[in-house]
C-alpha cells in the first residue's frame, strides 16, 4: 500500500527529529524534562498522526512496535532495581508512543536486578595461546557488565583465540561475587585500592597473553562480526590501531571516529545522527578513536609505554595513545564502520563535567594534552570549523565518483567482477572513491566488500534531492566522475554542472547498441532494431562528451573510432591465472560446462539453443555426458531445462570446483557484445573453451591453440564430441589458456588504468 510508504518515511523522519534534538540537548546539560520543549511536542504531534494512521491501516510495523513494551518485563534502559515491572512498562510504552525506542536495536539486552544477574551463569573457554586479549575495567554496574559479558559470549567468533580480563577497582556491588561464582574462563583481578581507569587499563595490559589488546567498555554491548573487521585492518603493518563505530542505545550514532583541534577539544563526528548514513560507514583515517571499542598490537603498546600516567585517573588517555601511534609509531588511526558496539556512555563517570567527580579530570586532561602535543596541534590540527568536512582531511587528495547501477556483484556477472576490480585498482592508485549505485540498495555482501576497501558508498537517497544533499555533503571536490553504461550517463549528467572541472569518464561496458542490433538480426524483431538504432544515438552523444570513453574490446574502441570519437581507450575484462592445487586430469574430469548470468538475454538463448538443439545430438555419441548450467537468477525458462543430464544448481558463490572437474566449456552466444568474461573466467581455470566467434571477439584467441570457434550446430556438434574424446587437443588448449589471458591480467590493467589516469589528469593543464 502507498500509505505503508508514507508512513516508514515520516516514522522515521520525525523519529530521528525527536530523538536528535531532545539528546543534543542532553549534551548540552539539559533535564529530562526537555523532552518538553515546544519544538519536540510539535514533532509529538505529527507522530502521534503517523502512529494513529498505521493502526488506522493495520500496519503491521505500527502494530508490533506499540504492543511490545506492553508485554516486555524488562527495559534496555530501566534497571528493575529501581523500578517496577508496571512502571517499566509504562514508561517504555509511552516512550515508544512519542518515537523514542524506534531507533533501539532489537539484539540489544535489557537490564537485569541483581538478583536475577546472581542467578545467571556464563562460560568462555579457557585458552593457552590467545590472538586477542580483551581488556574490561569495571567498578560497580554488574547489571551492564553482565550484558558485556553476554554480548561477547554470544558473538565471539569461534574460530578466534581470546581471552578475557576483568580488572574490579574496588567495587562495592555483588561484581566480585558474580565474577569469581558465576563466570568461569575469565582472568579476573581485584584492586586493593582504587587506581582509576587509566592505572587499571595499563596493569591489565601487562597481564595479557594476546597478540592484540582491545579494550573494552563495561558499558557496551558488542555485536555480530564486530571483530573480525578490525583484526583484518591490523593486518595491514601500517594500521596501528582500529576504533569501532560507537552507536548509542537509543539508536543514534555516538562516534563514528573523532577529530581533534588545535586547542586540543574534540569532535565526535556523527554524534547523535543516523548510524546508517553513508558518511559514517566507510573505513577512514581519523584523528582517534575512543578507548571504549580500542584494538592494537600488544607490542606496540608496549613501545608506547602504555597509557601515560599524566592522564591518571581517567580521560584523554585513548586520546593521547592514538596521537602517539600516529606521530611516534608513525601508524595510521583507523575507523571501522563494520565493528559496531553498542555504549551506554557514562554509566560509571557520567556525561557531563561537575565539581569533584572523575569527569571533571576531562577539563584537566585537555590542558595536558594540549600542552604534551603542541607543535603537532599546531602544524596539523586547525580550529573547529564544518565537522563533516574536518573528519575527511586525511582522505587522498584524488578523489573519484564511480556510479553504476548496482553495488558490484562481483561473484554473479563479469560486468561486476570488472567493475569491483577497477575499483580495488582505483584506490590502490591512491584515489577516494564515492561509489553511487543506481538502485540504492546496501546490498551484502557486496556493500561491505567496497567498504572494507575504504569506499564510500551512497547506498540510501530516499529522493533525487536527498542524494544531491548527500553528494554535496560529502564531496566537497572531484578530480574524476566514472559512470558506467550508457543510461547511467545520461541519468547522471547534472554532475557535471556540479562539478564542472572534473573529467568525464564514460565507461561502455559493451556498446548496447551491438548487442541489442545482434539480437534483432537472431530473433527479426523490428522493435528491437529501433531500439538499437535509438541506443546508438545515445551511445555517440555520451561519447563525443566524455573527456574518455571506455571499451573492453579493440574492435568496439574502432567501431567507435570510425564514427569519429577520438577520445577511446580499451579497458578489458579482468582475468588472472588461476592455479588448482589439485591438477585433475582430463581422464578424470566429466561432463560440460556452461556459466551466466540469467538475467542477461544472450545467456538464457545459449543454455536453450545448447539443450534443445546440439546437446541432444552429442548424447547420441555421449549418451552419459551431463552439462551444467551454472550461474545467478535462474529463470523458469533455465530451471525448464533441467533433467537428469542437464544440472541448474543456481547461484554458487565459489565456483572452483565445477571449472577444475569438468572437462569442457561450451559458451554457443548468438549475440551479445563486448569481451565475455565467462570466457576469460574458463581460460583462468585452463579449462578448454568451445564458442562462437561472438564469444571470443575481442580477446586475441586464435583456433585450434587456444580456443575452439564454431558457428553452427552441426560444428558445435563435432567441436564437442571430437574434443571430449581427444586428450591430446584437451591438453594443447589447456597449457595455452593461461597465455592467452596474459593481456588481461590485473598487474597488466592496472598499469594501463594509471596511465589513461595520469594523461587524463594532464590534459588541458
Known amino acids: 500500500m502507498k500509505i505503508y510508504k508514507w508512513i516508514d518515511k515520516y516514522n522515521k523522519r520525525y523519529c530521528y527529529k525527536i530523538n536528535n534534538k531532545y539528546y543534543r540537548g542532553r549534551d548540552?546539560?539539559?533535564?529530562?524534562?526537555?523532552?518538553?520543549?515546544?519544538?519536540?511536542?510539535?514533532?509529538?504531534?505529527?507522530?502521534?498522526?503517523?502512529?494513529?494512521?498505521?493502526?488506522?491501516?493495520?500496519k503491521e510495523s505500527i502494530l508490533s512496535e506499540l504492543k511490545k513494551p506492553l508485554f516486555s518485563k524488562r527495559s534496555v534502559f530501566f534497571s528493575p532495581d529501581s523500578y517496577s515491572t508496571f512502571s517499566i512498562r509504562i514508561q517504555e510504552f509511552l516512550l515508544t508512543l512519542f518515537g523514542y525506542r524506534l531507533f533501539v536495536s532489537p539484539s540489544t539486552l535489557p537490564q537485569l536486578s541483581q538478583k536475577e544477574v546472581m542467578r545467571q551463569k556464563l562460560s568462555f573457554p579457557k585458552v593457552d595461546n590467545p590472538e586477542v586479549s580483551v581488556i574490561i575495567p569495571v567498578f560497580n554496574q554488574l547489571a551492564y557488565t553482565f550484558n558485556c559479558l553476554k554480548s561477547i559470549q554470544?558473538?565471539?567468533?569461534?574460530?578466534?583465540?581470546?581471552?578475557?580480563?576483568?580488572?574490579?577497582?574496588?567495587?562495592?556491588?555483588?561484581?566480585?561475587?558474580?565474577?569469581?561464582?558465576?563466570?568461569?574462563?575469565?582472568?579476573?583481578?581485584?584492586?586493593?585500592?582504587?587506581?582509576?581507569?587509566l592505572i587499571n587499563c595499563n596493569i591489565a595490559a601487562r597481564l595479557a597473553n594476546g597478540k592484540y589488546i582491545y579494550f573494552l567498555n563495561n558499558d557496551t554491548q558488542v555485536t555480530a562480526g564486530w571483530l573480525k573487521p578490525m583484526l583484518e585492518l591490523l593486518e595491514d603493518e601500517q594500521v596501528g590501531c582500529v576504533g569501532s563505530k560507537l552507536v548509542y542505545a537509543h539508536g543514534l550514532l555516538q562516534e563514528a571516529g573523532g577529530i581533534i583541534y588545535q586547542d586540543a577539544s574534540g569532535a565526535n563526528y556523527g554524534r547523535n545522527d543516523l548510524p546508517d548514513r553513508p558518511r559514517y560507514n566507510y573505513i577512514r583515517e581519523v584523528d582517534y578513536c575512543s578507548g571504549a571499542s580500542l584494538l592494537l598490537r600488544k607490542r606496540d603498546f608496549e613501545k608506547?609505554?602504555?597509557?601515560?600516567?599524566?592522564?591518571?585517573?581517567?580521560?584523554?588517555?585513548?586520546?593521547?595513545?592514538?596521537?602517539?601511534?600516529?606521530?611516534?609509531?608513525?601508524?595510521?588511526?583507523?575507523?571501522?564502520?563494520?565493528?559496531?558496539?553498542?555504549?551506554?556512555?557514562?554509566?560509571?563517570?557520567?556525561k557531563t563535567i561537575k565539581k569533584n567527580t572523575v569527569k571533571a579530570y576531562q577539563e584537566v586532561n585537555r590542558e595536558k594534552f594540549q600542552l604534551k602535543w603542541q607543535q603537532v596541534l599546531l602544524e596539523a590540527h586547525g580550529h573547529r570549523n564544518d565537522v563533516s568536512e574536518d573528519s575527511r582531511k586525511f582522505l587522498p587528495a584524488k578523489r573519484l565518483l564511480f556510479i553504476d547501477d548496482i553495488i558490484p556483484a562481483h561473484d554473479r556477472n563479469s560486468g561486476s567482477y570488472r567493475a569491483f576490480q577497477l575499483i580495488r585498482m582505483l584506490r590502490e592508485l591512491d584515489y577516494h572513491i564515492t561509489f553511487v549505485p543506481d538502485d540504492a540498495n546496501r546490498t551484502e555482501p557486496y556493500y561491505s566488500d567496497l567498504a572494507k576497501m575504504g569506499v564510500e558508498v551512497l547506498y540510501r537517497y530516499p529522493n533525487r534531492p536527498a542524494m544531491i544533499r548527500e553528494l554535496n555533503a560529502t564531496l566537497e571536490k572531484c578530480d574524476v566522475i566514472w559512470i558506467s553504461r550508457p543510461q547511467m550517463n545520461m541519468e547522471f549528467r547534472w554532475l557535471f554542472k556540479q562539478f564542472p572541472d572534473a573529467k568525464w569518464i564514460y565507461d561502455t561496458i559493451d556498446l548496447h547498441h551491438i548487442r541489442l542490433q545482434r539480437q534483432a538480426q537472431q530473433s527479426g524483431d523490428e522493435a528491437l532494431f529501433a531500439e538499437a538504432a535509438r541506443v546508438k544515438i545515445d551511445e555517440l552523444k555520451i561519447a563525443e562528451a566524455a573527456d574518455l570513453t571506455l571499451t573492453v574490446t579493440e574492435d568496439e574502441k574502432v567501431l567507435l573510432e570510425k564514427e569519429g570519437i577520438k577520445t577511446v581507450a580499451v579497458i578489458p575484462n579482468i582475468h588472472d591465472p588461476i592455479f588448482s592445487t589439485q591438477n585433475i586430469s582430463f581422464d578424470e574430469r566429466k561432463g560440460l560446462l556452461f556459466i551466466g548470468a540469467y538475467n542477461h538475454p544472450p545467456n538464457v538463448d545459449a543454455a536453450q539453443w545448447l539443450v534443445n538443439e546440439i546437446m541432444p545430438k552429442v548424447w547420441e555419441e555421449l549418451p552419459d555426458i551431463k552439462l551444467t548450467l551454472l550461474g545467478s537468477k535462474p529463470s523458469s525458462q533455465i530451471y525448464d531445462l533441467a533433467s537428469d543430464r542437464v544440472i541448474v544448481p543456481g547461484y554458487v558463490a565459489d565456483v572452483s570446483d565445477y571449472f577444475i572437474t569438468h572437462k569442457l566449456f561450451v559458451a554457443p552466444l548468438r549475440f551479445g557484445a563486448g569481451m565475455k568474461g565467462k570466457i576469460g573466467q574458463s581460460l583462468a581455470f585452463g579449462l578448454p573453451v568451445i564458442t562462437s566467434p561472438i564469444g571470443a571477439e575481442g580477446m586475441g584467441l586464435i583456433h585450434g591453440e587456444n580456443v575452439l570457434i564454431a558457428q553452427t550446430k552441426e560444428e558445435y556438434i563435432s567441436e564437442i564430441i571430437t574434443l571430449y574424446r581427444s586428450k591430446t587437443q584437451w591438453n594443447t588448449l589447456a597449457v595455452n589458456s593461461h597465455e592467452a589471458i596474459a593481456p588481461y591480467s590485473y598487474g597488466a590493467v592496472k598499469r594501463d588504468i594509471s596511465r589513461l589516469l595520469v594523461s587524463l589528469t594532464l590534459k588541458n593543464q
Do not use: W
Open 28 to 58: 548540552a546539560g539539559k533535564t529530562v524534562f526537555f523532552r518538553l520543549h515546544p519544538k519536540i511536542i510539535l514533532y509529538y504531534l505529527i507522530r502521534l498522526i503517523i502512529v494513529i494512521a498505521g493502526m488506522v491501516t493495520l
Open 304 to 350: 608506547l609505554e602504555l597509557f601515560d600516567q599524566r592522564y591518571i585517573p581517567a580521560y584523554y588517555e585513548d586520546t593521547d595513545l592514538c596521537f602517539a601511534v600516529r606521530n611516534v609509531l608513525k601508524k595510521k588511526v583507523m575507523f571501522h564502520p563494520l565493528s559496531e558496539v553498542i555504549h551506554f556512555e557514562g554509566v560509571t563517570s557520567g
Open 154 to 197: 554470544e558473538n565471539i567468533p569461534e574460530t578466534l583465540n581470546v581471552e578475557i580480563l576483568l580488572i574490579d577497582d574496588c567495587s562495592t556491588d555483588d561484581t566480585p561475587t558474580f565474577l569469581t561464582q558465576n563466570v568461569s574462563g575469565i582472568t579476573y583481578i581485584r584492586n586493593e585500592e582504587n587506581k582509576g581507569f
